[in-house]
């Protein structure tokens, strides 16, 4: 074959784009298999406590009711590692939102009409849901999200911050955030001569068949999951979640295949959530603008029944030049629930608040904040002291300052207005990890002169398949078109989920690796390819985890500018600009995709995305699209997201870093820096809604 590669990186059309926008494809929900039947989730009436006595017998007379599954009756689940999906075992009711029985009908509109006659008593027990900096139940975990230690020391930050020329000792405040992915999770099971068959809403089906098989007692071979379309996720169906077990319980209960679909009301007690977070921040510095001394200081909340400990502290260990540093997380447990990932867990809220501190120091010195940022550029990773496979935040911030004409901006703050609009604009930067999991991978050439890819990866709107179609392409030789790729069944190669930033260079190792024997393997081979074709499979596992002598993080500039309205209090975001520097792209028009949503999403997280515990009641108070705004068209400007071509050696044979979560993490304080300029008043709590800036403002 003589075949210049030219598919990775060029801006191929998502393969699915079609099927999707035409209604072909298929969602877990949408799997109408013969005899499925529906099944609605009861919630407890209480923040607390355990349920006392349960009747189903209303439920039970209602039309097209089946069944009533509650803890007296549901199927006994083995002991798994994950507590929350240890649903209807006992009597316990460990906060809002947790399933105390489900009901399954013939149809949806039964179920539901079932669920409101379940009657329960219950013995309600004092709640907590309120996190504050001071709660005698804080403590300092061993390990944060991630493996992350909860505490960091590097020489002697307090001493050296209470000597420092310029100092700013600052705190903020992130609410509870929730993921509302486009479609809401939800699974239809069904068991065929002992075999469990689910179609799921997952981030990945290896990891959602070994824990169904683990719970209900099965050999692996015995369970599959598919998840071929999946509507979104944003961390929040990276693990398996309750609805799959209870549809599996269901299903198992009555025979019948069960779908169990989530109302947006229920995610954020059974999906997870961003967990609120306390910052104090203080930064210490000579009079030229370097770090002297670096300290940030987090108080978060978990559930009471598993911990999760959102690291937003760890982006500080990386990202700035400091002799002096100090990194901590305190966790709180409340009868709230569980918290776990969303886009960027960690970095968008901790980003957020050193990026605002920065943007402070850069006031109290009277310095450039471009330039304060680049003066405290590190030679080596401050943490761990590896040397960076690649580090380009100042030719972002460089390129950023250029494509925004920063260099005209005046400095100082509440000076641009038209009418009673005030004008301002901010800049800030990003950084992600980059994370790489082992994968199998299949390649096989057809006598046709076609090719295909097969391993288990999952396209949660990414344009997965695209873009392992184009690494294929390329490490094959061959024009795009005569890829075609399989993915989302956990029958086919084992691989990671899509997390992390992870999901494209775990894969594409795999499969890249698997194209290049098979490659290989067709310069041997002479004649016609026998009818099953040629296969080659790869494994990646002793490679892609392999500890690497380099520290390996993507970076970013965001660079905003927004308008404030003095009457109203409305904060409007004009333009909205980020470069990247991300190894390789390996698909132009979906990285793009992928930078501008998260900037976009950044946007909701600076002013209009919300969540409150509401004390007395004990829930979320604003927990579907209702109450809990997401951005709409006419909230979002120009998004601009232009990137730095990076050669990094020392990734994957792609050369790739993540570009799914860096869009979001320097974006809120890109925006909050920019209403500072605008109005010269410093916000230190998101969102920034009206009421909070004209409170600023009066």
């Not at 929350?84 to 939102?97: E, K, Y």
């Not at 309600?124 to 900096?133: E, G, I, S």
């Amino acid at each position: 074959m003589t075949y210049t590669p030219t598919a990775l990186g060029a801006p191929a059309e998502r393969r699915e784009g079609r099927d999707k926008v035409t209604g072909r494809a298929r969602y877990a929900a949408e799997h109408t298999v013969p005899g499925r039947v529906h099944a609605w989730i009861v919630p407890p009436a209480i923040a607390r406590g355990s349920v006392r006595a349960i009747d189903t017998n209303g439920a039970l007379r209602s039309p097209g009711v089946l069944a009533v599954l509650t803890h007296e009756n549901a199927p006994k689940l083995a002991d798994g590692d994950d507590p929350t999906l240890a649903v209807l075992q006992n009597s316990r009711v460990p906060h809002r939102g947790w399933p105390i029985a489900v009901v399954v009908a013939e149809t949806l509109e039964a179920a539901r009409a079932g669920a409101v006659a379940v009657r329960v008593e219950y013995d309600a027990q004092d709640h907590d849901v309120t996190l504050t900096d001071s709660h005698p139940g804080a403590y300092i975990p061993e390990k944060a999200n991630g493996g992350f230690p909860g505490l960091r020391e590097r020489g002697d930050p307090e001493g050296a911050f209470a000597s420092a020329a310029v100092s700013v000792d600052t705190a903020y405040q992130v609410p509870p955030l929730h993921n509302h992915p486009m479609e809401p999770h939800a699974a239809t099971a069904r068991w065929d001569d002992g075999r469990l068959v689910v179609h799921d809403s997952s981030q990945g089906t290896t990891v959602v068949r070994a824990t169904l098989a683990a719970l209900f007692r099965l050999p692996e071979d015995r369970v599959v999951v598919g998840s071929e379309h999946v509507g979104g996720g944003f961390g929040s169906k990276g693990t398996p979640r309750p609805h799959v077990v209870l549809a599996a319980m269901a299903a198992r209960q009555t025979g019948r295949p069960v779908t169990v679909a989530l109302p947006r009301r229920l995610m954020p007690a059974l999906v997870g959530h961003r967990a609120p977070t306390l910052h104090r921040v203080r930064l210490g510095a000579d009079e030229h603008g370097s770090l002297t001394s670096l300290l940030h200081e987090v108080t978060t909340h978990t559930s009471r029944i598993k911990e999760f400990v959102e690291q937003a502290a760890v982006p500080a260990r990386v990202m700035y030049a400091s002799l002096n540093s100090g990194t901590s997380h305190r966790v709180v447990p409340l009868d709230v629930p569980s918290p776990s990932w969303m886009r960027a867990p960690g970095e968008a809220p901790g980003m957020y608040a050193l990026e605002s501190a920065m943007d402070e120091l850069a006031t109290a010195l009277g310095m450039d904040p471009v330039e304060l940022r680049i003066a405290n550029e590190p030679d080596t990773e401050p943490d761990s002291g590896k040397p960076f496979s690649s580090r380009h935040l100042v030719e972002c911030l460089r390129e950023g300052a250029r494509l925004f004409d920063w260099a005209h901006r005046d400095p100082r703050p509440g000076l641009r207005s038209a009418g009673p609009l005030l004008v301002g604009s901010g800049v800030a930067a990003a950084v992600y990890p980059v994370l790489i999991q082992p994968s199998t991978a299949t390649a096989q050439a057809l006598p046709d002169g076609s090719f295909t890819v097969r391993v288990n990866a999952t396209d949660i709107g990414t344009g997965a398949r695209t873009v392992l179609a184009q690494i294929a392409a390329d490490a094959l030789g061959v024009p795009l078109e005569r890829v075609r790729t399989e993915i989302g069944n956990s029958d086919l190669p084992s691989a990671p989920l899509a997390g992390g930033s992870s999901g494209t260079a775990s894969w594409g190792w795999a499969v890249h690796e698997a194209c290049t024997r098979l490659r290989a393997g067709l310069a041997e081979h002479t004649g016609q390819l026998p009818e099953p074709g040629l296969t080659a499979s790869a494994d990646t596992e002793g490679s892609a985890d392999a500890d690497s002598g380099y520290a390996r993080h993507a970076f970013g500039a965001h660079f905003a500018e927004v308008s404030v309205d003095t009457v109203t209090g409305e904060v409007r975001v004009r333009r909205l600009l980020g470069v990247y520097a991300a190894g390789h792209i390996l698909n132009a028009r979906t990285a793009r995709s992928q930078f501008i949503g998260g900037m976009t999403m950044g946007l909701g997280m600076a002013l209009t995305e919300n969540s409150t515990m509401d004390a007395a009641f004990g829930d979320f108070t604003e927990a579907d699209l209702a109450a809990y705004h997401v951005p709409v068209h006419a909230d979002v400007p120009a998004v601009e997201a232009h990137w730095i071509d990076e050669d990094d050696p020392h990734l994957n044979p792609m050369g790739s870093k993540g570009v799914g979560e860096i869009g979001i993490v320097g974006t809120a304080a890109a925006v909050g820096n920019a209403v500072h300029h605008a109005t010269g008043v410093r916000y230190r709590e998101l969102p920034l809604t009206p009421d909070r800036v004209l409170a600023g403002l009066s």
